[in-house]
Nanobody, 127 residues
Framework: QVQLVESGGGSVQAGGSLRLSCTTHGDTPSAYCMAWFRETLGKEREAVAN????????EYSDSVKGRFTISRDHTDNTLTLQMNNLKPEDTAIYYC????????????????????WGQGTQVTVSS
């Protein structure tokens, strides 16, 4: 079974930066998607970005496009999310997620599409 562990969350002022990491433990399929989601009180867990395992193609939500960058280290499958120009509305618990075997990542923004989840890491952005 795959286990995911997030780290790197914290508190930062608006305009600042944070980098989140997600380490993967256990066997992974030959093709899959990894993603970052975020969740805050009163809102549904929403997709932030995803990345495909084989070609590193990426997708971003409109709210973070141009500010966040998702990437993956192929040597150890560590997933990162570089967050720049943070805004108060970015405040949330951020979760790392991974799908089961799939050749498609484009458009995979639904929580139910991801089988494995980390415990979450808190990001707080103050104005």
């Amino acid at each position: 079974q795959v286990q995911l562990v997030e780290s790197g969350g914290g508190s930062v002022q608006a305009g600042g930066s944070l980098r989140l990491s997600c380490t993967t433990h256990g066997d992974t399929p030959s093709a899959y998607c990894m993603a970052w989601f975020r969740e805050t009180l009163g809102k549904e867990r929403e997709a932030v970005a995803n990345i495909k395992s084989d070609d590193d193609s990426t997708e971003y939500s409109d709210s973070v496009k141009g500010r966040f960058t998702i990437s993956r280290d192929h040597t150890d499958n560590t997933l990162t999310l570089q967050m720049n120009n943070l805004k108060p509305e970015d405040t949330a618990i951020y979760y790392c997620a991974q799908t089961m075997y799939t050749w498609w990542c484009a458009g995979r923004t639904k929580r139910i599409e991801y089988a494995f989840w980390g415990q979450g890491t808190q990001v707080t952005v103050s104005s």
